[in-house]
């Protein structure tokens, strides 16, 4: 599967943004999709993933109850919405795929075998 991230660009401190994440080649229904970001000068981290068969959800403690994710079946797509952005949300974003994903491991890059290209976020103070 192939993945698109989009939705990335400049934003005011408070604001709000949605990251859509299309998949072509396959449908990704029965993967987990997980967000991360690399702050430049910084490792790329965790920032939230979705079970697409069942619709398990989970999220960094750092972006809990701002940032949500939802998906829509039909067009292959999963979106990060991220409310009242902070300037330490300045990254690139990248969306991932993977077929075999445990719960436990959704934060493990390694677990992911797709990536996006990343899209960049940049929030103002």
């Known amino acids: 599967v192939q993945l698109q991230a989009s939705g990335g660009g400049l934003v005011q401190a408070g604001g709000s943004l949605r990251l859509s994440c299309a998949a072509s080649g396959q449908s990704f229904r029965r993967y987990v999709v997980g967000w991360f970001r690399q702050a430049p000068g910084k490792e790329r981290m965790y920032v939230g993933a979705?079970?697409?068969?069942?619709?398990?959800?989970e999220f960094a403690d750092n972006v809990k109850g701002r940032f949500t994710i939802s998906r829509d079946n039909a067009k292959n797509t999963v979106y990060l919405q991220m409310n009242s952005l902070r300037p330490e949300d300045t990254a690139i974003y990248y969306c991932a795929a993977g077929s075999s994903v445990i719960r436990s491991n959704f934060a493990s890059q390694s677990a992911y075998a797709n990536w996006g290209q990343g899209t960049l976020v940049t929030v103002s103070s």
């Open positions: 979705i079970k697409l068969s069942g619709d398990t959800i």
